[in-house]
């Protein structure tokens, strides 16, 4: 009974593990063209949203709350080719790190704002209390996509698969 | 046999390495072109910003030095109201607070400098927060700031809507006593966008991060009723 279960999963997850890796990828993929495409239509309110955090300069906060959507696209982009996995997975993970670093930092000084993940402009609505724990448990989750395709970045349907020309190689580097 | 198999080793070694040093080659340039697109997306961001931002504005009448609100009255104490024509809790605050803030304009304790941001462009889809606040200036301009913007707040639409029409503005602005042609050429010519870009921006810098907010000589007043704001000017006062 035992034995043929060790043996079904072991069976199992070199069959499953790259479908997941796919699933991770095009989900994470998902998630920064959603984020960016809702902060590109108004690069003022991304700004705002970035200086709502009072962790830097006003300046410099709408620079980056400039450059972010672009480079959310982009990120989301490349993940959806599958072009240099590992790396786009990366960056995924700092740029997590960040936002996440970021929530806790505003709940811990007592800020009431809005994370400005998927484009408020840093404002919360009407009447609307931070929600700085869901917020943060969502960007965790998201991280552990980005943690997947780090660990495992060889994935199907993907430009790094193709490039390789799709020969079983050990995916331990890329 | 050995040695042959030696041989076979050795050229599956050969192998190996050159296979290994082929991908290590692949990963660098597809890092290396990943790289550059980030790299590159975030410059186009930068420049499409840049290029969206107008440093030149005109202030209208009324407005204060900075040119980052409108100033109703001459009291002692100041009262900054930063408010998006298109934000319904500005809209209840209006309602709750507005005459005790009249009042205390009136009896000459405060003076109110009101700027309109435009924080909720994205809740509509013709970026009314600016057309309303830009065709605010207007009204300033033509000495009726404060009946237009209690106008506007009476006629608010509701977010997420296309918002009142510039000519829905105009006759708004009429409705209170307006030169209509003057309104007219300065609501459609877009006048006042940059000015109104100009008072979101500082009011961004002031850590202004949501509307309505209520700051009485400088600081944040976290009771917006009538009570706590006339609380605030009175400790202010003293």
């Not at chain 2, 607070?97 to 435009?118: C, K």
């Amino acid at each position: 009974m035992n034995v043929t279960a060790a043996r079904t999963r072991a069976i199992r997850w070199p069959v499953i593990r790259p479908w997941l890796g796919v699933a991770a990828r095009l989900g994470l993929a998902a998630v920064w063209l959603i984020a960016g495409a809702t902060k590109v239509g108004d690069l003022a309110a991304s700004g705002r949203a970035v200086n709502a955090y009072q962790v830097m300069p006003y300046d410099l906060a709408t620079t980056i709350g400039a450059a972010l959507p672009f480079v959310e696209l982009a990120l989301g982009v490349i993940l959806l080719l599958g072009l240099a996995t590992r790396l786009a997975a990366g960056v995924s993970a700092a740029l997590l790190v960040v936002f996440v670093t970021g929530i806790a930092s505003a709940w811990i000084r007592g800020l009431a704002i809005d994370c400005g993940c998927f484009g408020s402009g840093g404002q919360l609505a009407a009447g609307q209390s931070p929600s700085y724990l869901p917020e943060i448990l969502r960007d965790l989750g998201f991280l552990a996509l980005a943690g997947f395709l780090l660990i495992w970045p060889r994935t199907p349907v993907s430009v790094d698969g193709w490039l390789a020309g799709d020969t079983r190689v050990e995916d331990d580097d890329e | 046999m050995s040695s042959r198999k030696g041989q076979r080793d050795a050229a599956r070694v050969v192998r190996e390495q050159l296979a290994r040093e082929k991908r290590r080659k692949r990963t660098l340039w597809t890092s290396v072109a990943a790289v550059a697109v980030l790299v590159i997306a975030g410059l186009i961001g930068y420049s499409v910003w840049s290029g969206q931002r107008t440093d030149e504005f005109t202030a209208p009448k009324g407005a204060n030095e900075a040119g980052t609100g409108i100033v109703i009255g001459s009291g002692p104490v100041t009262i900054d109201l930063y408010e998006d024509y298109l934000c319904p809790a500005c809209k209840q605050f209006q309602q709750l607070s507005g005459d005790t803030i009249n009042q205390l304009v009136t009896e000459g304790r405060a003076r109110v400098v009101f700027h309109p941001v435009a924080y909720l462009n994205r809740f509509s889809t013709t970026e009314y927060s600016t057309r309303s606040s830009a065709a605010s200036g207007c009204a300033a301009d033509g000495g009726k700031f404060k009946e237009f913007t209690d106008a506007l707040f009476e006629r608010q639409p509701p977010e997420g809507s296309a918002g009142l029409s510039n000519d829905e503005l105009i006759d708004i602005g009429a409705g209170v006593g307006l030169n209509r042609d003057d309104l007219a050429s300065c609501v459609s010519g877009g006048r006042y966008k940059a000015w109104t870009e100009h008072v979101t921006e500082e009011a961004s810098r002031a850590n202004v991060t949501g509307t309505p907010t209520v700051r009485v000589n400088g600081t944040d007043v976290a009771d917006r009723s009538p009570a706590g704001i006339r609380a605030a000017v009175e400790a202010a006062a003293k």
